[in-house]
């Protein structure tokens, strides 16, 4: 069965300019979550998307923005690009499985897309 | 459950041993909590959950025991592998699905 499955893997990218990763959550799942993990440190929380709503944003700027769409999939668009957004961007997905086994809560990660910012 | 800086804390144990990982979590009114395991250039793998109606949760060589009144969280990895080896994270969940990760606490696994 596929995992969350998120592209691009790697990103290099100017100061100023944006960009947009994508994420696909495993089949079933109605929930996407995006966080971003700096090197060193645990992943700290952008978003999260049920349903095609926002239902929650973490401290982050405005310039960051994300949607799902029907399907589930996500984007997370980051604009006005700074040397500091370099990062592991991780998207989750959470939703019961066709097993049947862990919570609904139970949140499952993407490899992640590295995004760096020069 | 904020996490630090790039020196992670470091646990080194051989190969065949007991590992035992803890967390201090931040917020008393949280009320799911996992653990993760984040293999290098890799996202976070689930391990394990518990909820905080529980006080321990076993699954496959690992337990996870909870205690609310000094809310602090550990990981208990039965016959430590070389495989075993990562950075392992804890995470709160409060409300709406927004998990909150702990400080991170590097395994090294010696043969």
């Known amino acids: 069965d596929a995992g969350v499955t998120q592209s691009p893997t790697h990103l290099i990218k100017t100061r100023g300019q944006h960009v947009t990763l994508r994420c696909s959550p495993i089949?079933?799942?109605?929930?996407v979550s995006w966080y971003q993990q700096v090197l060193g440190q645990g992943p700290q929380f952008i978003f999260q998307?049920?349903?095609?709503?926002?239902?929650g944003r973490g401290n982050f700027p405005d310039r960051f923005s994300a949607r799902q769409f029907p399907n589930y999939s996500s984007e997370l668009n980051v604009n006005a690009l700074l040397l500091g957004d370099s990062a592991l961007y991780l998207c989750?997905?959470?939703?019961?499985?066709?097993?049947?086994?862990?919570?609904?809560?139970?949140?499952?990660f993407g490899p992640g897309t590295r995004l760096t910012v020069l | 459950g904020e996490s630090v800086g790039l020196h992670l804390p470091t646990l080194s144990v051989q190969e065949g041993d007991n590992s035992i990982i803890n967390c201090a979590y931040s917020?008393?009114?949280?009320?799911?909590f996992i653990w993760y395991k984040q293999e290098s250039g890799k996202g976070p793998q689930f391990i394990i959950d518990?909820?905080?109606?529980?006080d321990k949760r076993q699954g496959q060589r690992v337990t996870v025991l909870l205690n609310k009144t000094v809310k602090h969280l550990s990981l208990q990895i039965a016959a430590t592998q070389p495989g075993d080896s990562a950075v392992y994270f804890c995470?709160?969940?409060?409300?709406?699905?927004?998990?909150?990760f702990g400080t991170g606490t590097r395994l090294l696994v010696s043969p």
């Open positions: 989750a997905s959470s939703g019961t499985t066709s097993e049947g086994g862990h919570s609904t809560d139970t949140q499952y």
């Open positions: 089949s079933g799942h109605k929930s």
């Open positions: 998307y049920y349903e095609k709503e926002e239902r």
């Open positions: 917020n008393s009114a949280s009320d799911y």
């Open positions: 518990i909820r905080s109606n529980m």
């Open positions: 995470a709160e969940m409060t409300g709406f699905q927004k998990l909150v």
